[in-house]
């Protein structure tokens, strides 16, 4: 056994189809560079021992515990997992370190939990594949959503892009997105994802004769943005992405504070710009040239609670160091 891990993994971001796919359209997430990191030691204790930076929170844990309410819990069910896998026991102490911000809908938790899955598995030198170590961490990210859709593990674990439909699981897109960035901006408002799901399909069973073509034209947006994302032709995935901001405006998710966020962002040069999540608050996402990058971050800062830059990154989980 090793004496020390370190893994990371990426956050993501949805660019088309969120709230559609919920009712089996296409969506589209790609991962961005900002990541979640995990050091994971063995220790003598007998138990898990997890810190994390970000929630400035500390726990010990059981072998076999069981204790659902706390946030860290899901870690655990991460590393118990890849140690069944293993056929060990031993005790762990697991250090997180994340840049991308919780309860954002950038992924957080599943990038957490894939790098705890992937430093877990080289320290007990298990050798998981990725299809392996993205399940693995499906399972922890039950705990946390319920009944998650796999995009997020899925993107952390592989990175890129995907194209993700519930009836038919996930295409991995071949891109280059060297020309371009992403800039988030956080309107500060908080949102109840599930309450947003079911008020807009709510909405949906009164008015299904409007609501059913609404669904049809965002998955078919979905597609052809898949292909111009592969054809590197991004000025036409910002106008697509322009689109499914009107669709999701349609639907009842978007605020005033996402509204100017988004018009600012395309007046200041964003080749695109939309709601990105649930809605209701949350963030905006921007597609920009890299040149224009910097102009739109410095507009949005202006107005938004907080602003990220970052890239579209093709790396997924990667192993930082061992010891």
């Avoid at 370190?6 to 990541?35: C, M, N, T, W, Y």
């Avoid at 997180?96 to 598995?121: C, H, K, L, R």
């Avoid at 399940?135 to 039950?142: D, S, V």
């Avoid at 674990?157 to 901006?185: C, H, M, N």
Wanted: proline share 4%; charged share 25%.
């Amino acid at each position: 056994m090793l004496s020390e891990v370190v893994a990371s993994a990426p956050g993501k971001v949805i660019l088309f189809g969120e709230h559609f796919v919920v009712e089996d359209q296409p969506a589209i997430a790609v991962a961005i560079s900002k990541r979640a990191r995990v050091r994971v030691k063995p220790n003598d204790s007998g138990k898990y021992c997890i810190y994390s930076r970000e929630l400035d929170l500390s726990e010990e844990f059981g072998l076999h515990e069981s204790r659902k309410q706390s946030p860290l819990y899901p870690i655990v069910v991460a590393a118990r997992a890849v140690e069944n896998r293993a056929g060990v026991e031993v005790g762990l102490d697991i250090y997180i370190e994340s840049e991308i911000p919780p309860s954002a809908g950038m992924g957080s938790s599943a990038a957490v939990a894939v790098a705890t899955v992937a430093a877990t598995s080289e320290l007990l030198e298990l050798n998981l594949g990725k299809e392996d170590i993205s399940n693995i961490a499906y399972r922890a990210e039950t705990i946390v959503h319920g009944k998650p859709s796999g995009i997020d593990n899925t993107i952390s674990t592989f990175g890129g892009a995907i194209a993700f439909r519930k009836s038919e699981g996930f295409l991995q897109l071949e891109a280059d997105f060297k020309p371009v960035k992403i800039v988030l901006a956080d309107t500060g408002v908080p949102r109840n994802t599930g309450e947003l799901v079911r008020r807009v399909l709510s909405l949906k069973e009164k008015y299904p004769q409007i609501f059913d073509p609404l669904y049809y034209a965002a998955g078919r947006l979905a597609v052809e943005a898949a292909k111009l994302i592969e054809r590197g032709e991004f000025e036409e995935v910002g106008r697509l992405m322009n689109v499914n901001h009107g669709l999701l405006s349609a639907i009842g998710v978007s605020i005033l504070e996402l509204e100017h966020l988004v018009y600012t962002a395309r007046r200041a040069g964003a080749l695109g710009a939309k709601l990105t999540g649930a809605g209701g608050g949350g963030f905006m996402v921007a597609l920009c040239r890299k040149e224009d990058t910097d102009k739109v971050a410095r507009e949005l800062e202006k107005i938004a609670k907080r602003v990220i830059v970052g890239e579209i990154s093709e790396e997924g989980v990667k192993i930082e160091k061992k010891v």
